[in-house]
Each structure stands twice: as C-alpha cells, then as structure tokens.
C-alpha cells in the first residue's frame, strides 16, 4: 500500500518537492514525460497531482472533501443557476453578455468588484433571474475543475458558424464534460454569409457531442450576438435546463461556495470576491480557504452597499481574510470560534504530519519549540526573517513557525496564535486596533520591529532561560458577602473594583495586604447566571477552587501567567 500525501488544498511542485524528499528538478522531468509543461510555483491540478505522486510512490487524499459533507440539512429553497460563457477569445462571448444586459436592461454588474472576471446578474422576469460568468482564459473555470467541484450550474460554449471549433472551445467542452454540468451549444455569427451550421454540428458529432436536432442530448440554439437573433430562445432554453436541475439550498447549512478573485489593498487589506453553493454567509462567520482563513468583518454587494449576510448564487465581496486565496479555491464558513479553532487545529495538525511524511522511517528529535506567527511588509523581508529564525537554537530550544505572511496583523492573526499559544512577531507591520484588543483579552504577546538583527536577539531571548513569566492583571474585586450553593460550595459576593474577573484566570486571595492563598477562579456568576468575564462597577459571585476561607473585605485578584 502507497503512502498517504493528505492534503487540504492542491499545492505546488515546491511543496510536493519537500513533501517527498524529491529534487523540483525531478518532478518537472515527470511532468515533461506527460507532455504537460510547468513551474516551481504552480499549483498542479488534482490528476496531474495524482499521477505525479503515483510515480513517486504516494497517494493524494483531498481533506476538504471531508468537510462539505458537515452540510446535512436537505436543501429545501430555489436559488439562481450561475452559468458561465465559455468558447474561443473571437466567437462572440462578450458580445452575447452584452446584449443579453442591454435586452433586458435591468441586469446588477458585478465587475467592479471582480476586477477582470465579470460577474453579472440579469432579471429575466418576475420568476427568474440568471448569473453569468465570463472568465477569459477559463482560469476560474478551470481552477474549479482542479478542485473536484464547482461553483458554476450551466455552462454555454459560444462556438462561431464561420469558423471552426478551436482548441479554446475543445477545452471549455472538456472541462464542462469532467464536471458534469450541463452544456448548451450557442451557434453565433449566423448573420455572416460564409456561415456553415451543419460543418459545426458535424464536428460535434465526430466528438460524440450530438445536438439535439439532430437526435443528441445537447442543446443547442444559432444566434447572433451583434443584432440578438435568437438570443429570447437561448435564455429560454438556459431557464428549462436550470429547471431539470433543481437547484436548492438550506438556509440551516455551513455557507460552502467559491473564490472568484482576491486581492490585497492598503486600505482594504485582503478582500476575495466568493459565489456561495449552499448555506448563507452571516457576518461574523469564520471562513477557512485550505491555508487562509479569517472572520468575515464585512460585506459589500455590486454597488458597495454593506451586507449582513448573502444568499447563494449571488457574488459579494468580503473582508477579513489573512491572505490571498488562489481563483477556484473552496472556502467553508464556521458559525462558532470554537468549531473553527477545531478545524484550523486539526488542518495545522494535517500540515505538520505532511512535512513529515516522507521522513517517517528518520527518528524525529523532539525539541522544545516557541511556537510563532510571523507577519512582514514584503516576501523578500519575510522569507529571509523566516530563514534567519529556523536557524536558531538555544539550550536544545528551537521555533515551531505556525503561520507567515505579508500585511499587517489583523483578528484572525491573534485568533490563529490563540488556538496555539504562539508569539506574533511583526516586521515594518502595523496591528490593528480589534487586533490588539483581542490580544489583550487572550493573553496573546504580539511584538513589532524595524530591524532583524532585534528580532532574532528577541527570539534567542525568549529561547533562553532568561525569559520569565510576567502577570497579566485582569482586575481586582473586593468581597461583600459569601453564601454557600449546593454542588458548588462558598461563594463569595464581590463588586469589581478594578478591570474585570475573567473565568478560569489564576486568582490571588488578599487579606491585609498579604497573599493567603493562590488558585483558580472556578465559577463566575451574574445575577445567578454563568459567565466568563464580569466587568468593573459590577457585582458577582466567585468559588474559588479547592479554598473556602474567605472573609468580607479579602481582595481577589484575577490574573494570567505570560
């Protein structure tokens, strides 16, 4: 039985270099022998993966299969088809979109948001509105294919009656038959006199793409983009085929659907345009795109209007990502940070277990590691930071690096080195101000330099066994009364004098200006309710644990250990 390469994003020959102790060199030779040209930094489709890591003695398992299946409630709501135009650059598929919008004259653009993919939404009537895709070059098609889905219901090659079929329109026809959608045949430029309908048929059915007039299974319609013949009957047909598919939604289920195209601004930080399949996606939602994730702070429709949450089929723009996620990409929304540290835990665990893989018969030397987020201005400053830090090992100690990237530290920077009690340590970045209020509520040590040499004597520090541990205070209250409850035992009735209890922090118990006991804050109530924080001006209740000799005016102080 072949090794497992498990991955939870398709990844590039670089990676799969490392992943299996095999020179970049080597692979390129591989892909070479099956007439597929490629870099070191491109991303390799699912089967070109597959067969590469076959011949290298692996085999590939996508882990982001797994996780769509979270999606159980039956789908029950009608939603929009998104369609996508497809055929060779010249025959006429921006013309199409063109007058299908002009027609009907009451369509949404989408693409200003989504730079150079258009995304538009026509109104056909009262029951019906459809979602056109133009991709140039199919990339974003394409992308979809790689990743064993897609984002798109129907897809309609544009193929001119005064040409031929070209090599373009005998990709987008495969790529449309390797995910099974639907394809509707739109024969354009019947107005031209050199037109030959029936070569193309021909040629179709020479491929066993048989149209419908002449017995087949496809549909089909001849049109002409530049004065709109037939385009009424193309839609109608589009309708009718969306119609077959049924196509539903829930509005109970995890929001699971596609990258269009991403981005990264000054102003706006890292953005991606998404369509959602299934599920809506709420503001707030945590989002995981294979190794980029973040929590949705914002949402904006085709105009810039911001949005609470977005239905399927419809394209939005959203903020809060930690990166850029590459076109094609599938991402799954998360409603709790407890679920979405659940599984950004478990894909770091995937990542680590993978760099490892190929040395599995090698005796791993087990080390102490400071565990690491590492955010720059440029590639160039955050591979050499990244280069000069693995390098560092003091008394045995070495860095475990969990994430890096280019930007400034954000929310879900903090949220990632919450889940693994890391370090954030940031080069010519600024930090945002949620972000340091959450790292300040999490106890989450963020450090920012100018210098590199300053990083790594900071980090050879905190290595040695000069770094101590400081108190973090959270607050003090002051006790008024205790009472005893039934399973919990004495409770003591506080005011909070200063900044706030926190549940579960390490507490110390004064008297008289004099520490009597340390311990643990056990139970924190509010009006007989638990909670986690209670904040200053407000009364509450604490059981301290495993302790009981409590007096009116002890001072209690809630603090964290960093």
């Known amino acids: 039985m072949k090794p497992k390469i498990r991955l939870f994003n398709l990844i590039t020959i670089k990676e799969l270099a490392s992943l299996t102790n095999v020179r970049k060199e080597e692979i390129i030779k591989i892909c070479s022998s099956l007439g597929i040209k490629v870099s070191f930094s491109q991303r390799l489709d699912y089967e070109l993966l597959t067969l590469v890591a076959s011949d290298l003695g692996y085999e590939v398992e996508l882990i982001d299969k797994q996780i769509i299946r979270r999606n159980k409630m039956q789908a ?26 002009r027609s009907k004259g009451n369509y949404e653009e989408y693409g200003g948001i989504t730079q150079n993919i258009g995304v538009y939404k026509v109104n056909i009537n009262k029951n019906n509105s459809l979602t056109f895709i133009d991709t140039p070059g199919h990339e974003a098609f394409m992308a979809m294919r790689y990743r064993g889905t897609q984002i798109t219901d129907i897809a309609v090659v544009v193929i001119a009656v005064d040409d031929d079929i070209m090599q373009h329109t005998n990709e987008a ?33 020479e491929r066993n793409l048989l149209v419908e007039e002449w017995g087949g299974a496809y549909q089909s319609q001849e049109i002409s983009a530049k004065y709109g013949i037939g385009i009424d009957k193309l839609i109608e047909k589009i309708i009718l085929e969306a119609e077959l598919l049924d196509l539903k939604y829930s509005t109970e289920n995890f929001a699971v659907g596609s990258i269009i195209e991403s981005s990264l601004n000054k102003e706006n930080g890292y953005t991606a345009t998404i369509i959602i399949k299934d599920g809506i996606l709420t503001l707030g939602d945590y989002i995981l795109v294979g190794e980029i994730f973040g929590k949705v702070i914002k949402i904006l429709d085709e105009r810039g209007n911001q949005l609470k949450y977005v239905r399927p089929s419809r394209p939005v723009l959203i903020f809060g990502l930690n990166g850029t996620p590459d076109t094609g990409d599938i991402f799954h929304s998360y409603k709790t940070e407890k679920e979405f540290k659940k599984i950004l835990f478990s894909y770091h665990k995937e990542q680590n277990l993978r760099s490892l893989s190929h040395t599995s018969d090698v005796k791993q030397e087990k080390k102490p590691k400071l565990n690491l987020i590492i955010k720059a201005d440029l590639n160039g400053s955050l591979e ?34 919450d889940t693994y009690k890391a370090m954030i340590v940031g080069f010519k970045v600024k930090i945002s101000s949620a972000a340091q209020k959450l790292a300040n509520n999490n106890n989450i040590l963020i450090k920012v330099y100018n210098i590199i040499y300053k990083i790594e004597k900071n980090i050879k520090y905190f290595l040695s ?14 006790i008024k009364n205790f009472f005893t409850i039934r399973k919990i035992g004495i409770v003591a009735g506080c005011i909070v004098l200063e900044g706030k209890m926190v549940i579960n922090s390490t507490i110390k118990l004064k008297r008289d200006d004099q520490i009597i006991y340390v311990g643990k804050l056990n139970s924190l109530k509010s009006f007989k309710k638990d909670v986690k924080v209670v904040k200053k001006g407000s009364e509450c209740g604490i059981n301290i644990t495993n302790f009981n000799n409590i007096k009116i005016g002890d001072i209690i102080e809630s603090y964290k250990l960093i």
Request: positive net charge.
């Open 76 to 101: 029950s709501l009608s939603r929009d088809p998104v369609i996508i135009l497809l055929g060779h650059v010249d025959h006429g598929k921006t013309s199409l979109l063109d007058y299908i919008k």
């Open 173 to 205: 026809i495969n790529n449309a038959k390797s995910v099974g959608i639907p394809i509707i045949f739109a024969f354009n430029k019947i107005d031209k006199k050199n037109s030959d309908i029936d070569k193309i048929r021909r040629k179709l059915a």
């Open 384 to 417: 050499a930071l990244t280069e000069s830090l693995e390098k560092i090992s003091i008394n045995n100690k070495t860095i475990n690096l969990i994430y890096k990237s280019i930007g400034n530290i954000n929310e879900s920077d903090v949220l990632l080195a």
């Open 465 to 478: 066994n000069n770094a101590k541990r400081e108190e973090l205070i959270y607050g003090r209250a002051k």
